[in-house]
């Protein structure tokens, strides 16, 4: 086994013309905690034109095929993006575009010719950000009951009614993902349809949520969400991808990299925040790191946060090499989710009360530790409980059902 | 980067888990739980002359060399069993305090028995305090007539009922570190060693009543022992912890198979989210082990500093074994309780191996100090 990605001199040449670049293209100020809502917003301007310049020169979405205009690079250059992105606490895209990641990797699968030669390029290239809209008022873990949201077919047209909850990011969106019933009638699994439609359409509302969490344009997560309304909204039939009716198969694509599928190889950047400020800080003379109660408790963090990372390289690498997975996605958001949660307590007894506080005088790591008070929280539910992941567990592991159920497919040409 | 076994590695795990599935079975490896000694002779010949017992004894000491990775591959298998026997004690944990603190001349005339099983080597390092720091080696030798006598008591000792040669870390010094380690033959007059009753495997107790060790039985230099124990440590726990991982996959197949096939309520109970959770905390438990044990031996065998992870994945795979064990039994309720169903021997293995060699905690506390906190 070899745990490493092993660099070929072409491969080092790549590294560092990726970091000198980033050095002279990642203005300083885009790693601040933004001040207010409008600064906020002005820095989400920042990352989405860090974002078209990453997506110009292939970087953005670095592993998609070149000729949807995706990076064309193999594996070794996106762990060495993803790790020089990394160095500026970022990660690719370096705003949250859900639905552009996992839209994309369902459209490559399920998607016509003509659908990824028009849908593709602008998420690669960073042109657009695609929020992803599955959950509705009364389908939450049940994806499958999404019966609210309509799309009817009207002439060339589908005209899409209803609500989706607990969907997007801060700062708005210009592309949705999204899935609805197109039969109401129908079986479960026969009667849902995937679009991918222009979040700017005229019957299209977005209303903020007051929500536990915070943060929002990091990257794969985000703290802000939003209640969607869709009325009487026309989409061109075009905008319909795998069939209609066929919704809940391209789900299998999307569900499989939403639940952990495919893998992550990144530092954690909550433990490191942690050490250091229990390495600076000091109760009773003490610093926080030499206490004995306090070591123990950052050695029970260490390791759920190592084997978390363990199983991320695992499941990269299973993605990558093409090896037949069962249930290690499922496996890893599981893990992740309890272990954030988990950990909120287990940092809370290790910091003490500054871990509740952004207050820049007597808040922890920069407010870092309160976001994770928060954020391990709120991170239990987006893309499936818990408790929905340990039911794929089973199915996968084969003892959930009278049959074995399969991964969902996360590469073009398989399905 | 690839996770994946080398095509050797392939081939050796077939081999073993055929020799395993041949010649130890479930019934085998119950009927060999109440043995006074775990060497079971055939099997033990028959492992000889696979090579397996000098697997990582180099070549000039008439082993086979191999790397710690491919060792970890017949030791998942051997602890699938979980198969009782001096393995590790012997082959793993003796031959590497041999290679690390013996002299060139004491390998040469300890290595090659290691290696064909002729000898069975065990090591004794802790005492009546439990502890497995070198403060709690207590155990020192008078010096006589330019050799030594022992007398005391060493426990915990793995397999040293079945050992012909112990080596036993003794204090020879006042610095927290001032041990020695001195090979004695265990069928030296006034050495006994005994199974410990209960719900142990093999670990036992060795008691040196005037035991007399002539000076050239001193493993290296005087005081240099921790060291050489600390060494051969850091290469043997992965494989003990590869044994673990061993034993929890053979756990989960067992508990995945039983709630297929056990029907209760008129489906199989696998069925049921309550025992669905029971096999999922099982299955997390076995690959945390498996991947902590696997990253440690990767860096061991690339040279890279390994202090830390091999600590973490002595500490979690300890940890995982003991849990799935209860896991298992949650699933199997009666059934994993009854002796003859093959169950038992890992959950008393699993608390055997929870504190052999150090507990999680005390395995915690060193990463954390390897880490540098």
Same mark, same amino acid.
């Given at each position: 086994m ?16 990726? =970091? ?86 369902? /459209? ?7 659908? =990824? ?11 657009? =950000? ?17 019966? %609210? ?7 060339? @047209? ?47 509302? +977005? ?16 703290? #802000? ?6 009325? @009487? ?16 198969? #391209? ?13 992550? /190889? ?19 003379? #003490? ?53 954030? &949660?988990?950990?909120?307590?287990? /940092? ?28 391990? /929280? ?38 | 980067?690839?996770l994946a076994l080398t095509e050797s590695q392939e081939m050796l795990r077939t081999a073993a888990r055929t020799f395993m599935e ?28 696979l090579g397996w017992?000098?697997i ?10 191999d790397r &710690?990775s491919d060792a970890a591959v017949l030791y998942e298998e051997l602890g699938r069993g979980?198969l ?14 041999? &290679? ?110 005037? +035991? ?24 043997? &726990?992965?494989l003990?912890?590869a044994y673990?991982v061993g034993?929890?996959q053979a +756990?989960?197949e ?20 309550? +025992? ?14 498996r991947?902590?044990?696997w990253?440690?031996l ?13 600590? %973490? ?61």
């Amino acid at each position: 086994m070899d745990f490493e990605v092993t660099y070929t001199e072409e491969q080092q040449r790549f590294r560092r013309d990726v =970091r000198a670049w980033l050095e002279a293209n990642v203005p300083a100020s885009i790693q601040r905690a933004p001040v207010s809502a409008e600064d906020n917003y002005q820095r989400y301007l920042e990352l989405r034109a860090l974002g078209r310049k990453l997506g110009a020169k292939g970087w953005l979405y670095a592993t998609a095929p070149a000729k949807y205009g995706g990076g064309g690079l193999d594996v070794d250059h996106a762990i060495i993006l993803e790790e020089e992105v990394d160095r500026f606490d970022l990660s690719l895209p370096p705003y949250y575009d859900s639905g552009g990641r996992l839209g994309s990797a369902s /459209i490559l699968v399920w998607g016509t010719e003509e659908q =990824r030669q028009t849908f593709l390029p602008a998420i690669y290239k960073g042109e657009v =950000r695609t929020w992803q809209l599955l959950t509705e008022p009364g389908a939450g873990s049940d994806l499958a009951g999404v019966r %609210m949201t309509t799309a009817v077919r009207d002439g060339g @047209d589908y005209v899409i009614n209803g609500q989706k909850i607990f969907v997007g990011s801060d700062n708005g969106t210009d592309r949705i993902w999204m899935i609805v019933n197109t039969d109401p009638k129908g079986k479960r699994h026969e009667n849902l349809s995937w679009f991918m439609i222009d979040a700017t359409l005229p019957g299209i509302t +977005v209303r903020p949520m007051e929500l536990m969490g915070t943060g929002g344009e990091g990257g794969t997560d985000s703290g #802000v969400k939003q209640t969607v309304f869709f009325d @009487d909204v026309r989409v061109p039939a075009f905008a319909l991808v795998g069939g209609e009716n066929k919704g809940w198969k #391209v789900a299998t694509t999307h569900l499989e990299l939403e639940h952990g599928g495919g893998g992550r /190889i990144g530092r954690n950047r909550v433990w490191d925040r942690l050490l250091r400020y229990c390495q600076e800080t000091k109760r009773d003379g #003490v610093p926080l790191s030499q206490q004995g109660d306090v070591r123990d408790s950052l050695a029970d963090i260490y390791i759920k946060a190592e084997v978390q990372r363990l199983f991320g390289v695992r499941n990269f690498w299973l993605t990558y090499a093409r090896k037949p997975k069962s249930y290690e996605g499922p496996q890893l958001s599981y893990y992740r989710k309890t272990t954030g &949660l988990w950990m909120t307590g287990a /940092i809370l007894e290790a910091v003490g009360p500054a871990a509740l506080t952004t207050d820049p005088t007597w808040g922890s790591a920069g407010g870092f530790l309160e976001t994770q008070q928060r954020n391990g /929280i709120v991170s239990v539910h987006p893309g499936g409980t818990t408790d929905i992941q340990r039911v794929q567990m089973a199915r996968r592991i084969g003892i959930g059902r009278p049959t074995r159920e399969a991964a969902g497919s996360v590469h073009a040409g398989e399905a | 980067m690839d996770l994946a076994l080398t095509e050797s590695q392939e081939m050796l795990r077939t081999a073993a888990r055929t020799f395993m599935e041949r010649e130890a079975p479930v019934d085998v490896v119950v009927s060999l739980q109440k043995a006074e000694s775990s060497l079971e002779p055939g099997l033990w010949r028959k492992a000889a002359q696979l090579g397996w017992l000098g697997i990582l004894i180099p070549t000039e000491y008439g082993g086979s060399g191999d790397r &710690l990775s491919d060792a970890a591959v017949l030791y998942e298998e051997l602890g699938r069993g979980p198969l009782p026997g001096p393995f590790f004690s012997s082959g793993v944990l003796g031959a590497l305090t041999v &290679l690390e603190g013996a002299s060139e001349e004491q390998r040469r005339r300890l290595l090659p028995g290691i290696a064909s099983g002729e000898r069975v080597l065990t090591v004794a390092i802790t005492e009546p305090n439990a502890s497995w720091g070198p403060a709690g080696i207590t155990l020192t030798p008078q010096g006589k007539n330019g050799g030594y006598t022992l007398n005391g008591t060493k426990l915990f000792v793995s397999d040293a009922t079945s050992a012909t040669d112990l080596v036993v870390a003794v204090r020879t010094g006042e610095g927290t570190s001032d041990v020695s380690l001195l090979h004695v033959d265990a069928r030296a007059r006034g050495v006994t060693a005994r199974r410990l009753p209960g719900f142990l495997s093999w670990q036992c107790e060795v008691s040196f009543d005037n +035991v007399e060790v002539p000076r050239v039985a001193l493993l290296g230099d005087a005081n240099r022992g921790w060291a050489a124990l600390t060494r051969a440590l850091e290469r043997a &726990l992965p494989l003990l912890c590869a044994y673990i991982v061993g034993a929890c996959q053979a +756990v989960y197949e067992k508990s995945v198979l039983y709630t297929q096939t056990r029907v209760q309520f008129g489906v199989p109970i696998g069925r049921f989210q309550r +025992v669905q959770d029971h096999v999922v905390r099982l299955v997390n438990h076995l690959d945390s082990a498996r991947w902590t044990t696997w990253e440690a031996l990767w860096k061991l065998d690339t040279g890279r500093p390994a202090a830390a992870s091999v600590h %973490m994945a002595k500490a979690v795979a300890s940890e995982a074994y003991l849990e799935a064990c209860n896991a298992a039994h949650e699933v199997h309720a009666g059934m994993g309780v009854l002796i003859e169903y093959g169950l038992a021997a890992h959950t008393q293995m699993s608390r055997t191996l929870f504190h052999f060699l150090g507990d999680p905690r005390w395995h915690k506390r060193r990463m954390a100090d390897a880490l540098e906190w």
